[in-house]
Structure formats: C-alpha cells, structure tokens
C-alpha cells in the first residue's frame, strides 16, 4: 500500500512538473537569443570602508554565487541581460541587496555592508533559495547573530520575543519557544540549516529546543502556513536557524562572542571558526553559558537557573560544481523550573543531543535541473527530569524522555524558461519517541512520513504568480494496546505579487494547510507537568484542515522601509485541550481532554523604518492577533496580546545608540483555568561601539532591559502567576569577527 502511495504520488508530481514548465518553453526560446553581460564590483565594510575578502555574491534568479577575493572584487561572466537581485552577504554581519538591470556588455556593482541593526533582509527559508525579503511571496523575519548575541541567547525563544509576530512561551528563563501569529506547540515547526533538531518542546512547555544561538548567523521566521516545504506541523510558521557551512571560503575566518549580564548574573560565549584549503573546508564551534536564578520587582524567582555547553565540528569538499559536507554536534542542558518562595521540593531537567548531519549539492547544470541539494541527519535526544525533595536530603529520577529521529531532504530547482522558476523535492522523517517514570504520559510510539512537493513562480516585469503543492503521509505505530493510525493530506498555495511604485509592492497569498495530530493529541494519558494537566489523548482525531488569506504592503528605499500585513485563517478539525471540571488525586493536576472544533485566527501586524536625517533611523512595530473557537465562541489560550514597540536608532561613524519602548495591553481575552495579564510598558537601550580593519571587525555593546524595573507577566508562560518576567537588567556584549 505505502509503495502504491508513493508511485501515485511521484506520478501525479509529475505530471504537475510538465504541465508547469510546457507554457514557458517558447517564451525561454526567444528569451535565449538575448545578449549577455558582465556585472563587476566590490565589497567594503563600514565605517572604515575597508574590502571585505570571501563575501558571497548571489544573482538571487539565476542562483549562481561567486567569493569576492582579497580585494573584495567579484565577476559574473555571461549574464543575460535583464532585472536581477543581487544579494551580498558576509557571515555575521546584515545583508545587502540591489536591484540590478543589465543592459550593457559590462555592469559596476559595488556594495557597503554595515554593521548596524537597520539593514535589508534576506531569506531561503521561504522557498528554499536566497532572495530578498521584500520580494517574498509569504511574510518572513530574518534576524542577524548581531541581534542575536545582544539578545538573551539561553533558548531560541527568548532571543526571539518581540520579534513581529513572534512570542515567548515559556516555563522558565531555560525552556523559551517562539509562538507565531498566535499559533504554538505542533503548529510552529523549529528547524537548524532546514532540518529538524530532535527536541520534544513541541509537546511539552518545560522542554528546549536544543539549538545554540550564538552560533547560528541568523534565524529565518516565515510566518503563516510554511506547510508547502518543510511539512504538515508548519501550519502556523517555521524558524529557521542558518549556519552557513555550506560556502567554501578560502583561508581562515570565524567569530568570537561573550557576554555578562547583572541581574541573574548570566555569562557565557561561543566561538566559531572555517578553514579553506584548495576544495576543502574544516568548521567548528562551541560554546557555554550559565546564568542564576534572576530577579524582579517583587523578589528572586527561585530555581530559575540554566546552564548550557555546546560544540560542533565538521569537514566539507568543495569542487567547481557541488559540495559535500559532514558533521557533529553536541549539545547539553540543565535548568530548573521556577517554584514559589516557600516550595522545599525543586524540579530540574538535563538534556542532551548528538546529531549527525551529511549534506550535498550541485550547481550549474546544463540540463534541465540546474541546481539542488540534499540532506540527511540523525538526532539522537536524551531528556531527564529530577526532583530533590529538601526534608529528605534526595534527589529521584522522575522521567526519561528519548526522541530518537532520522530526517531527510532532496530539493531540485529547475533551470528557469523565460518567466518560470521553481523548486522541487521530496522529504521525510522517521522518529522513536519513548517515555518512562512516573511523568511519562505517551506510550512508546514510532511515527514515519513522507512527502512530495513543488513551488512554481512566474515573474512578469510588474507582477508575479507563485503556486505550489505538498502531498504529505503520516504514520503512528504505538506499542500496546493502542490504535494505529495513519493520515494522508494534501497542502496547496497561491500568491500573486504586484509591483505598485518604485519600491512598493502588494502581495496577496491564499494557503489550504493539513496537519496530523500530534503524538500527545492522540496517545497521552497521564499527568503532564509541562503543561500543568493531567492530559487524554484521542486516538480518534482528526486531520486538521486550514484555509487562509494574507494581504501585504511592503516598500523599500534608501530612507523608508515598510512591511504591513493582515491575515485570516480559518481551521476545521482544530485540536484543543477541553478542561473536565475534575482533578487527578495523584498529581493534583486538572484532567483535559482533546477534541476537536472549528477555530479562527485574525491578525495584523506592521514595522516602519524611517531615516529622518542621515545619522537618525525611527522605528515602529507592533502586531496582533485574536484566535477564538467558533462553535463555542471561545477564545482560545495563551494568545499574546496587542505588541507595539516604538525606537530611535542614532548613528554617528562607528557610535551607535537604540533606545525602546516596549508596550504590551491587556490580555483580558482568556480559556478555561488561564487567568488575565495586566499591560506594561518596558524601557530599553543599546548602545554599541564597531572598530573595523582590515581582517578584523569588533563590536562593543552595552544593552540595559527593563530600565525602569517595571513588574510584568508574559500571558503566554504557563508560569506567569508566580514567575515575573525578569527585573532591570544590564548586559555587556562582545563580538569580534575575523
């Protein structure tokens, strides 16, 4: 049966491909007799304005790459004339991109990259290749490691938080998930270098994704149904953490980050370093952090700790028209889980990963695939949940949680036919998940899926279609005396992208989304900590089915940049968590069942960035969303209230300073059992010194959150009522890059 699924489904794949490309073929044929140039340039650094050598240099349409050399020249031979982005990018510090139109038989383009948090933004996550925010189909956030390192790196949530869109769901300082749009758990698929990293804080608020931030270059957020890609638990959004191990660069470079903070007194660094010699490349990196238990206004949030250590390496070979690379990484956790000031007895997990990863490509092909690439990596995930018990003097082993998961991926783009590109491929994962002690709700279950896929665009000069399809099969196979099951769905989208102005553009995308229940929705039965239940899963539910729309106005120009969005999507078969009235002796904790209803998700959320002299950016964010259960006319839980934050960026030569006001409202909107959270308003400031030379480039930063001490709750930590978020807090950041 599976073996008929899959040749159905290369089959009508297939087919899809063919009726794609045949349109195009004649307008490819004339396109072909165009003539062809050179486009040139150089790359230099600001405030110095020294050449910045192994740059990488992308026609975003024709995704061919070259190195910028020791003096930070670049040559693209043979390019035919037409409208390209040309994106440069240098590990660790923001983008640039330039329109480009190429007329003439040799074209200047030369590029100023800055080290400075207003930048253009540029993403592969949405369709798998490199191309400029601003001319994304979906709405994407991409956030450099600058901002990162300035941020609190100890999870991925809570360097995230205050992004648009983007929330912390948190149960501790040490276990931070970005929720997106309002959507959390199953729904927001965490990823590094495209993959899944093998964590279960998915299903279960106390986990962590195990990823070290300070060593990523950046994190990509695609908001909104990202099913198309990566898979059916993208319903609400992806984020993505890119390494770029996967250029060759020639000689030596890498990065050195450290930090200390006062109120928790939280420090720690990372480090980072790349290789190249002929077609060869060796990376590495590590890093380690620790941070005490923090303080607010009304005290010191006992057992709110974490500590963290992390290293990778791998080796890579880089011939004329593909790559190979492998790697390791380690990644290990401890973190308590926050308690109230009388509480003797205290919680903490230790967790740890290895993970395996074998990746490839090819480029520049002659036929019709002219490029693609492939992965594969095997995460091996460990988590153990302790508990000291004070008037005994011991510490017990409560749980063991193992999550072991082999993923996969292939993507192919074809060579592009006039108006036409696209990208192609298939994916899937296998995963062994099994818990046991006396916090192990789950039975032993193994879950298998795959899929196949297909993205098309079609680019006119003033506007642009994008369409796409994902078939996609999971499978459950619980041990015990437990229902198998297994779901089959399809995920479709469409977009279309008008040019209004110069600069200004109007995206419209419609997306139908499927999603599998998760493996808690359908298996658990026992007390779940992690999210404060005691939970009973349905093994009975079913596929989720979504429907959505989303309207964008963007523009981008040297003095403003604007990205505006609104959104509905509309959900049947929704899986909730339903509260019994009834409590489980054992545990004390309420029993929740899982069912199913028709749900609504109704957002908006928009940034400015204005330059109103030369040396002073203004800038201005805020978002919002309303998710409800339309049978009941219910508002659903933990959904982040109205965000705004207004900032001024001041730049003089390499002297920067950012100050922020963060404002949250009420959040009076609440489920079952979930209580209201007053609104606040946060002061911060950053400021920031850049000396850069010639192979070196040094950043000071000193950032103070919370200035004014200001007491207040996130909604969306199920801890909220007894752990504030943290008080005044002042932080010391150092970044070298060489």
Same mark, same amino acid.
């Given at each position: 049966m599976f073996t008929q699924l899959i040749s159905r489904m290369v089959c009508c794949f297939s087919i899809f491909i063919v009726a794609a490309l045949t349109p195009a073929v004649s307008l490819a044929q004339t396109t072909s007799q165009a003539g062809t140039a050179t486009i040139h340039g150089t790359v230099a650094l600001e405030p110095s304005g020294v050449t910045a050598r192994n740059a990488v240099i992308t026609i975003a349409e024709l995704k061919r790459s070259v190195l910028t050399d020791q003096r930070g020249g670049f040559v693209?031979?043979?390019?035919?004339?037409?409208?390209?982005?040309?994106?440069?990018?240098?590990?660790?510090?923001?983008? %640039?991109?330039?329109?480009?139109?190429?007329?003439?038989?040799?074209?200047?383009?030369?590029?100023?990259?800055?080290?400075?948090?207003?930048?253009?933004?540029?993403?592969?996550?949405?369709?798998?290749?490199?191309?400029?925010?601003?001319?994304?189909?979906?709405? %994407?956030?991409?956030?450099?490691?600058?901002?990162?390192?300035?941020?609190?790196?100890?999870?991925?949530?809570?360097?995230?938080?205050?992004?648009?869109g983007v929330a912390k769901r948190s149960f501790g300082p040490g276990s931070g998930r970005p929720v997106i749009r309002g959507f959390d758990g199953d729904r927001v698929l965490v990823l590094q270098n495209g993959l899944r990293v093998g964590g279960i804080a998915s299903q279960s608020g106390d986990e962590v994704e195990p990823i070290d931030v300070l060593s990523l270059d950046r994190v990509e957020i695609v908001k909104g149904p990202a099913t198309l890609l990566y898979g059916s638990n993208a319903i609400g959004g992806v984020v993505n953490g890119i390494s770029t191990n996967d250029v060759?660069?020639?000689?030596?470079?890498?990065?050195?980050?450290?930090?200390?903070?006062?109120?928790?007194?939280?420090?720690?660094?990372?480090?980072?370093?790349?290789?190249?010699?002929?077609?060869?490349?060796?990376?590495?990196?590590?890093?380690?952090?620790?941070?005490?238990?923090?303080?607010?206004?009304?005290?010191?949030?006992?057992?709110?700790? =974490?500590?963290?250590?992390?290293?990778s390496g791998g080796v890579?070979?880089?011939?004329?028209?593909?790559?190979?690379?492998?790697?390791?990484?380690?990644?290990?956790?401890?973190?308590?889980i926050p308690v109230v000031a009388d509480q003797i007895d205290l919680e903490y997990l230790r967790m740890r990963r290895h993970s395996y990863e074998f990746k490839g490509g090819f480029r520049e092909l002659d036929g019709l695939l002219e490029s693609g690439d492939f992965a594969i990596s095997y995460n091996d995930y460990l988590n153990r949940e302790f508990e000291f018990?004070?008037?005994?003097?011991?510490?017990?082993?409560?749980?063991?949680?193992?999550?072991?998961?082999?993923?996969?991926?292939?993507?192919?783009?074809? &060579?592009?036919?006039?108006?036409?590109?696209?990208?192609?491929?298939?994916?899937?994962?296998?995963?062994?998940?099994?818990?046991?002690?006396?916090?192990?709700?789950?039975?032993?279950?193994?879950?298998?899926?795959?899929a196949v896929y297909g993205l098309e665009r079609v680019d006119f000069e003033s506007i642009g279609f994008q369409f796409g399809g994902r078939v996609?099969?999971?499978?459950?196979?619980?041990?015990?005396?437990?229902?198998?099951?297994?779901?089959?769905?399809?995920?479709?989208? =469409?977009?279309?992208?008008?040019?209004?102005?110069?600069?200004?553009?109007?995206?419209?995308?419609?997306?139908?989304?499927?999603?599998?229940?998760?493996?808690?929705?359908?298996?658990?039965?026992?007390?779940?900590?992690?999210?404060? %239940?005691?939970?009973?899963?349905?093994?009975?539910?079913?596929?989720?089915?979504?429907?959505?729309?989303?309207?964008?106005?963007?523009?981008?120009? =040297?003095?403003?940049?604007?990205?505006?969005?609104?959104?509905?999507?509309?959900?049947?078969?929704?899986?909730?968590?339903?509260?019994?009235?009834?409590?489980?002796?054992?545990?004390?904790?309420?029993?929740?069942?899982?069912?199913?209803?028709?749900?609504?998700?109704?957002?908006?959320?928009?940034?400015?960035?204005? &330059?109103?002299?030369?040396?002073?950016?203004?800038?201005?964010?805020a978002d919002y969303v309303r998710a409800d259960l339309i049978e009941l006319d219910r508002p659903l839980p933990r959904i982040p209230p109205l965000r705004s934050t207004l900032g001024v960026d001041w730049r003089l030569k390499a002297f920067s300073v950012r100050p922020e006001l963060v404002l949250a409202r009420l959040q009076g909107r609440v489920f079952d059992n979930e209580s209201p959270t007053a609104g606040y308003a946060v002061v911060n400031l950053n400021a920031s010194y850049?000396?850069?030379?010639?192979?070196?480039?040094?950043?000071?930063?000193?950032?103070?959150?919370?200035?004014?001490?200001?007491?207040?709750?996130n909604h969306l930590s199920f801890i909220k009522n007894i752990a504030p978020e943290i008080g005044r807090n002042l932080r010391l950041n150092y970044t070298l890059r060489f």
């Amino acid at each position: 049966m599976f073996t008929q699924l899959i040749s159905r489904m290369v089959c009508c794949f297939s087919i899809f491909i063919v009726a794609a490309l045949t349109p195009a073929v004649s307008l490819a044929q004339t396109t072909s007799q165009a003539g062809t140039a050179t486009i040139h340039g150089t790359v230099a650094l600001e405030p110095s304005g020294v050449t910045a050598r192994n740059a990488v240099i992308t026609i975003a349409e024709l995704k061919r790459s070259v190195l910028t050399d020791q003096r930070g020249g670049f040559v693209f031979n043979d390019i035919p004339f037409g409208k390209y982005q040309i994106i440069a990018h240098l590990d660790r510090v923001p983008d %640039v991109v330039k329109t480009v139109e190429v007329t003439s038989s040799a074209q200047p383009v030369n590029f100023i990259l800055t080290l400075a948090p207003v930048s253009e933004q540029v993403n592969i996550t949405a369709t798998g290749s490199a191309e400029a925010v601003n001319s994304s189909y979906q709405s %994407v956030t991409s956030v450099g490691a600058l901002e990162l390192a300035q941020r609190n790196p100890a999870s991925i949530g809570e360097a995230l938080e205050y992004q648009l869109g983007v929330a912390k769901r948190s149960f501790g300082p040490g276990s931070g998930r970005p929720v997106i749009r309002g959507f959390d758990g199953d729904r927001v698929l965490v990823l590094q270098n495209g993959l899944r990293v093998g964590g279960i804080a998915s299903q279960s608020g106390d986990e962590v994704e195990p990823i070290d931030v300070l060593s990523l270059d950046r994190v990509e957020i695609v908001k909104g149904p990202a099913t198309l890609l990566y898979g059916s638990n993208a319903i609400g959004g992806v984020v993505n953490g890119i390494s770029t191990n996967d250029v060759y660069q020639e000689g030596l470079s890498g990065y050195l980050t450290t930090f200390g903070s006062t109120n928790n007194w939280q420090a720690g660094g990372g480090a980072g370093f790349k290789y190249g010699f002929k077609n060869f490349l060796i990376f590495g990196s590590g890093g380690a952090q620790k941070a005490n238990d923090y303080h607010t206004p009304l005290g010191t949030v006992l057992n709110s700790y =974490a500590r963290s250590g992390n290293f990778s390496g791998g080796v890579g070979w880089f011939p004329r028209k593909g790559w190979l690379s492998f790697s390791y990484a380690y990644d290990r956790r401890r973190y308590g889980i926050p308690v109230v000031a009388d509480q003797i007895d205290l919680e903490y997990l230790r967790m740890r990963r290895h993970s395996y990863e074998f990746k490839g490509g090819f480029r520049e092909l002659d036929g019709l695939l002219e490029s693609g690439d492939f992965a594969i990596s095997y995460n091996d995930y460990l988590n153990r949940e302790f508990e000291f018990e004070s008037d005994e003097n011991v510490t017990e082993l409560d749980s063991i949680a193992t999550n072991k998961n082999l993923n996969y991926r292939a993507n192919f783009n074809h &060579r592009r036919h006039g108006i036409v590109s696209g990208t192609f491929g298939f994916s899937g994962f296998t995963r062994d998940y099994e818990s046991v002690g006396t916090e192990a709700p789950a039975p032993h279950t193994r879950q298998r899926s795959f899929a196949v896929y297909g993205l098309e665009r079609v680019d006119f000069e003033s506007i642009g279609f994008q369409f796409g399809g994902r078939v996609e099969q999971n499978g459950y196979s619980p041990e015990g005396n437990f229902r198998k099951r297994n779901f089959l769905g399809f995920s479709g989208s =469409a977009g279309m992208r008008l040019a209004l102005w110069n600069g200004g553009s109007f995206v419209a995308n419609y997306q139908h989304s499927f999603r599998a229940p998760a493996l808690e929705e359908l298996y658990n039965n026992g007390p779940h900590p992690g999210l404060l %239940v005691f939970d009973i899963g349905n093994p009975d539910l079913k596929a989720e089915q979504g429907d959505g729309i989303d309207f964008s106005l963007r523009h981008t120009s =040297a003095r403003l940049r604007l990205e505006s969005s609104i959104y509905y999507y509309n959900f049947s078969n929704f899986v909730f968590t339903s509260f019994t009235g009834a409590t489980d002796p054992g545990s004390h904790l309420p029993i929740v069942d899982y069912l199913q209803s028709s749900s609504r998700y109704v957002g908006a959320e928009a940034s400015l960035e204005a &330059r109103v002299v030369k040396s002073v950016w203004l800038n201005a964010k805020a978002d919002y969303v309303r998710a409800d259960l339309i049978e009941l006319d219910r508002p659903l839980p933990r959904i982040p209230p109205l965000r705004s934050t207004l900032g001024v960026d001041w730049r003089l030569k390499a002297f920067s300073v950012r100050p922020e006001l963060v404002l949250a409202r009420l959040q009076g909107r609440v489920f079952d059992n979930e209580s209201p959270t007053a609104g606040y308003a946060v002061v911060n400031l950053n400021a920031s010194y850049t000396i850069v030379n010639s192979r070196t480039a040094h950043i000071i930063t000193l950032s103070g959150y919370n200035l004014t001490d200001k007491l207040y709750r996130n909604h969306l930590s199920f801890i909220k009522n007894i752990a504030p978020e943290i008080g005044r807090n002042l932080r010391l950041n150092y970044t070298l890059r060489f």
